[in-house]
């Protein structure tokens, strides 16, 4: 499994911006996708995951109520739309897949790794 991010790059506070991972590969049918960051200096951390079967989501308290995670299926690509970006939101942003059960905010739960897309939000 392969997996693709892009969309990263420079946005005000108050903007908008959405990233996009493909997977590409042998998928199973059920499986999940996260979004995951890492600021310089920071652990990283978890962002937003979304279940491939139920659709069921899961956030991040610090941006529950801003960001978005969503999927098409038929691409195989889960989306993060980023509303209301804040400068703490800037850090290289991971997309993670997971094999099996349900998401989850544990990233060692996670097999399949992307390279990361920066964003950094601009004041």
């Known amino acids: 499994v392969q997996l693709q991010a892009s969309g990263g790059g420079l946005v005000q506070v108050g903007g908008s911006l959405r990233l996009s991972c493909a997977a590409s590969?042998?998928?199973?049918?059920?499986?999940?996708m996260a979004w995951f960051r890492q600021a310089p200096g920071k652990e990283r951390e978890f962002v937003a995951g979304?279940?491939?079967?139920?659709?069921?989501?899961l956030y991040a308290d610090s941006v529950k109520g801003r960001f978005i995670i969503s999927r098409d299926n038929d691409k195989k690509t889960v989306y993060l739309q980023m509303n209301s970006p804040s400068p703490e939101d800037t850090a290289l942003y991971y997309c993670?897949?997971?094999?099996?059960?349900?998401?989850?905010?544990?990233?060692?739960?996670?097999?399949?790794w992307g390279r990361g897309t920066q964003v950094t939000v601009s004041s």
């Open positions: 993670a897949l997971k094999i099996t059960g349900w998401v989850t905010e544990e990233a060692s739960r996670y097999s399949y």
């Open positions: 590969g042998r998928t199973s049918t059920s499986y999940a």
């Open positions: 979304i279940d491939w079967r139920s659709d069921s989501t």
